[in-house]
């Protein structure tokens, strides 16, 4: 297998592919789909980023780890392709959206068409192997990811992060608050929602009231 970072990311991430840690998880990675079933599929790993390059990035959604369950994940968190069962993160998200902006539940659960928009849909560890949820974490990915989220911070301007739940609101400190927009929430999961921290926040609307007052394109969401 070949790790493909697409060029639009490549020229921003050039010095931190080249570190030992990265060369480290490279080989990793392909030692652990070489050897074992492991999700996403290795030409999606890098979709968040393929979708979206750098210059379209208007809106940063930051997961943990994709999905470990057979055809779930499609390399955008929260996201599951075409056809798959929408896991309860995903049908929260999707609740939330119908409160917020009126839009009907939809049928599929593949989220490519916001990835197209200019939203990142990044999760801090890009790879799992199948039904062992985590374990690809702590091998250099969430270094890489943080790199990724820091470069946005510094190099862009004006940029709406979406930060949900416990882990993604650690990720605050590599974001430029003078700059940038960051909307805080619980988590779309059962657990957090059903004690009253999702529903309600109103985060995409506000993403859009954001965007329309900086001038750029509102999300279709």
């Not at 060029?7 to 050897?35: G, R």
């Not at 270094?143 to 990724?148: E, I, K, P, S």
């Not at 739940?165 to 999961?189: E, M, N, Y």
């Amino acid at each position: 297998m070949k790790i493909h970072i697409p060029q639009s990311w490549k020229n921003e991430l050039k010095d931190e592919i080249q570190k030992p840690y990265f060369k480290d998880l490279t080989t990793f990675v392909k030692q652990e789909y070489n050897s074992a079933k492991c999700f996403p599929p290795e030409q999606n790993i890098f979709s968040a980023f393929n979708l979206c390059p750098f210059d379209a990035v208007k809106v940063v959604i930051i997961g943990q780890d994709p999905y470990h369950g057979d055809g779930q994940a499609n390399g955008l968190c929260f996201s599951v392709a075409d056809n798959i069962t929408h896991p309860p993160s995903l049908k929260n998200i999707f609740k939330e959206r119908e409160v917020d902006l009126g839009i009907p539940y939809p049928i599929s659960g593949n989220l490519e068409y916001l990835a197209k928009q200019g939203v990142l849909l990044l999760n801090a560890t890009l790879t799992v192997k199948a039904h062992q949820a985590g374990s690809h974490q702590n091998k250099g990915w969430e270094q890489f990811t943080d790199t990724v989220i820091d470069k946005i911070s510094k190099e862009k301007k004006e940029v709406v992060f979406l930060l949900w739940g416990g882990f993604a609101k650690k990720k605050i400190k590599l974001i430029d608050q003078t700059k940038h927009t960051v909307l805080t929430s619980g988590h779309p999961s059962p657990l957090s929602a059903n004690r009253g921290y999702w529903f309600s926040n109103k985060h995409f609307s506000k993403t859009n009231a954001e965007l329309k007052s900086k001038k750029k394109e509102e999300i279709n969401w």
